[in-house]
């Protein structure tokens, strides 16, 4: 990604705490030993969290925006 904003920076950071959350559930950091499903979930993991967070940040701003004061 070339010069990512704020909210992408944000949503990868949330997309990372959740790769990381999966990855202490799996008990296993070395990619090399992950079998496909692992590394399918992985990915999952990864990209759910990306569009999650960027959904979440998104409807944030929205409400920001409707709030009249």
């Known amino acids: 990604m070339?010069?990512?904003t704020k909210n992408e920076k944000k949503a990868m950071?949330?997309?990372s705490q959740k790769a990381g959350e999966y990855l202490e559930w799996l008990k296993k950091?070395?990619?090399a030993e992950f079998n496909k499903q692992e590394w399918?979930?992985?990915i999952e993991v990864i990209v759910t969290g990306y569009v999650?967070?960027?959904?979440?940040l998104a409807t944030k701003a929205m409400r920001l925006e409707e709030?009249?004061?």
């Open 13 to 15: 950071e949330i997309a």
């Open 67 to 69: 709030i009249p004061y």
């Open 2 to 4: 070339i010069d990512p």
């Open 29 to 31: 950091t070395d990619m």
């Open 52 to 56: 999650e967070g960027m959904d979440n």
């Open 40 to 42: 399918s979930d992985l």
